[in-house]
């Protein structure tokens, strides 16, 4: 579905932002862009506004348990003296603490 342009009072922008992408993403959305008839600016500005943002409550848990996985993970890789059973052990342990964070929502 091709998005419609508003016909409305020229509003001066006069501020810019910046964001990094890979030249391969730059080509896709110069492209998608085209394909609706609008430059680049008009396309993302479309897409902020129109994209719809799922928050999860307890999202910050969700983030510190699998911070605390790949924590316990680095140590374990670093350290050649862990065995398979200890590795086993901890993954379980923070995989328990996720698991139980998802059956309280």
């Given at each position: 579905m091709r998005p419609k342009r508003k016909e409305s009072?020229?509003?001066?922008?006069?501020?810019?932002m910046s964001i990094r992408?890979?030249?391969e993403d730059?080509?896709?959305y110069l492209t998608e862009a085209a394909d609706y008839g609008m430059n680049l600016s008009e396309y993302v500005?479309?897409?902020?506004?129109?994209?719809?943002?799922?928050?999860?409550a307890g999202g910050s848990e969700i983030v510190k348990a699998m911070y605390d996985l790949n924590c316990t993970l680095n140590k374990s890789e670093a350290d050649s003296n862990v065995s398979v059973d200890e590795?086993?052990?901890s993954i379980s342990?923070?995989?328990s603490k996720?698991?139980?964070f998802y059956e309280n929502l």
């Open positions: 009072i020229k509003i001066a922008k006069d501020d810019v992408v890979t030249k730059k080509a896709k500005i479309y897409l902020l506004n129109h994209k719809a943002v799922n928050i999860v590795l086993r052990n342990m923070c995989v996720m698991n139980d």
